[in-house]
C-alpha cells in the first residue's frame, strides 16, 4: 500500500471511532430532526385549513403529547409486568441451571472428570460470567428507561 491509502485507511477507521463515540448525540440529534420535521407538516396541515401558525403549533405539540402519551400508557404496564415476571424468575432459572449442572457432572465418566480436572471452576466462571452480564443488560436496560436522554448524554460525557 503506498502512503496515500494508507492515510485515507486511517482516516474512515478514525471516521468510525468518533462516529461511534458520539452515536447518542447522533441518534438523539436525528430523533430531534425528525419530531420537528413531522411537527412542521403536521402545522403545515392545519394552516391549510385555515388555522393560525400560532395556533397550530400548540395544537400539534399537544397532539403529539398526547398520542406519547396513549402509547407509553399501553405499552408499559405489559412491559413493566414482564420484567417482574423476569426478575421473579431468574433466580429459578439459575438453581435450574445448577442442578442441570450437578446431574451433568454426576454422570460424567469419572476418566473425564480426571482428565477435565477444573470442569467445576470453569462452570463456576461461565456461572458469574452468565450473573455478570446479566446484571450489566438489567441494569442497562432499567437505567435507559428509568432516566431521560438528558441524563443519560450528561453521564456519557462524564
Request: glycine share 4%; aromatic share 10%; with cysteine.
Amino acid at each position: 500500500m503506498n502512503f496515500g491509502i494508507s492515510l485515507g485507511f486511517l482516516a474512515i477507521v478514525a471516521a468510525i471511532y468518533i462516529v461511534w463515540q458520539i452515536r447518542q448525540l447522533l441518534m438523539l440529534l436525528f430523533t430531534a430532526i425528525v419530531l420537528a420535521t413531522v411537527l412542521n407538516i403536521v402545522v403545515k396541515k392545519f394552516e391549510n385549513w385555515q388555522m393560525k401558525r400560532y395556533l397550530a403549533i400548540p395544537l400539534s405539540v399537544s397532539l403529539l403529547l398526547t398520542i406519547l402519551g396513549v402509547f407509553i400508557a399501553t405499552i408499559a404496564p405489559p412491559f413493566l409486568d414482564g420484567l417482574q415476571t423476569l426478575i421473579i424468575l431468574i433466580p429459578r432459572i439459575l438453581l435450574q441451571l445448577n442442578k442441570w449442572r450437578d446431574e451433568i457432572i454426576a454422570h460424567l465418566d469419572s476418566q473425564l472428570l480426571i482428565s477435565l480436572p477444573n470442569i467445576k471452576e470453569t462452570i463456576a466462571s461461565l456461572e458469574q460470567q452468565l450473573q455478570t452480564l446479566l446484571n450489566q443488560i438489567l441494569g442497562e436496560g432499567l437505567s435507559f428507561f428509568l432516566t431521560g436522554p438528558e441524563l443519560r448524554w450528561v453521564s456519557y460525557c462524564y
